[in-house]
C-alpha cells in the first residue's frame, strides 16, 4: 500500500488554481449545507489575484499582485485588523515568510498568528494596542482568534494561501484534513 508522501513525491509542483479551492471548499461543506447555501459559497474567478507560477520570490510575488500596496498600508489605522493576511501550514513556515517578505514589507508592521509559544490572549491584546499590516498565521490559529473576536477581517484586503508549499512529509497546506 502506498504512503500518501510517496505518491506527493511524484507529483511534481504545481501552481494552486481557484478550482482547487473550490473543490475544497465544496468537499468540506457539501454534506452539512443546502444547495442555496452551497450556491453562496461559489467564489467566481474574479475573487482570485493569479498564483505564484514558482519563478518568484514570496517578496517579488507580492510586489506584482498587491501593486497599490503603499496606499493601502498607508491608509490603514484600525486596530485588531489587517490589510493582508497570509494562511501557511506551519508556524514554521509563518517564520520562513515573514523573513522572505523584508524587501516587500518595507515599515510595515507584521503580526505572528500562530500558536506555537504565543498565547490567543497575548496576540489579542498586541492586535487591540497597535495598528498592523500583515498578519502571517495558521489556519487554527486564525480561526480561533476570529471566533474569540480578536481579528477582525472587514479592513482586510488580500488573503494569501500558503497553497503551493510542502512539508517535511511532503503534504501541502490543502492536504492536511485539520486545515
Known amino acids: 500500500q502506498k504512503k500518501i508522501s510517496d505518491i506527493l513525491e511524484e507529483s511534481a509542483p504545481k501552481p494552486g488554481v481557484p478550482a482547487d479551492l473550490q473543490n475544497l471548499l465544496h468537499h468540506h461543506f457539501s454534506?452539512?449545507?443546502s444547495v442555496i447555501e452551497m450556491?453562496?459559497?461559489k467564489l467566481s474567478d474574479s475573487c482570485f489575484l493569479p498564483a505564484n507560477d514558482l519563478t518568484?520570490?514570496?517578496?517579488?510575488?507580492l510586489k506584482e499582485i498587491?501593486?497599490?500596496?503603499?496606499?493601502?498600508r498607508k491608509k490603514h489605522q484600525e486596530k485588531s485588523s489587517v490589510v493582508m493576511l497570509v494562511l501557511c501550514s506551519s508556524a514554521l513556515r509563518c517564520l520562513?515568510?515573514?523573513?522572505?517578505m523584508t524587501a516587500f514589507k518595507g515599515?510595515?508592521?507584521v503580526l505572528k498568528l500562530f500558536a506555537k509559544h504565543i498565547k490567543i490572549k497575548e496576540q489579542m491584546t498586541m492586535l487591540e494596542k497597535g495598528v498592523f499590516h500583515i498578519g502571517v498565521?495558521?489556519?487554527g490559529r486564525i480561526k480561533a482568534l476570529v471566533e474569540q473576536d480578536g481579528l477582525c477581517l472587514n479592513s482586510t484586503k488580500y488573503i494569501i494561501l500558503d497553497w503551493n508549499w510542502r512539508d517535511q512529509k511532503l503534504r501541502r497546506?490543502?492536504?492536511i484534513p485539520d486545515v
Do not use: N, V
Open 107 to 109: 515599515d510595515c508592521r
Open 56 to 61: 518568484h520570490s514570496f517578496s517579488s510575488y
Open 31 to 33: 454534506e452539512k449545507r
Open 96 to 100: 520562513q515568510l515573514i523573513r522572505s
Open 66 to 72: 498587491c501593486p497599490k500596496w503603499a496606499k493601502f
Open 137 to 139: 498565521g495558521t489556519p
Open 39 to 41: 450556491e453562496e459559497l
Open 173 to 175: 497546506m490543502m492536504d
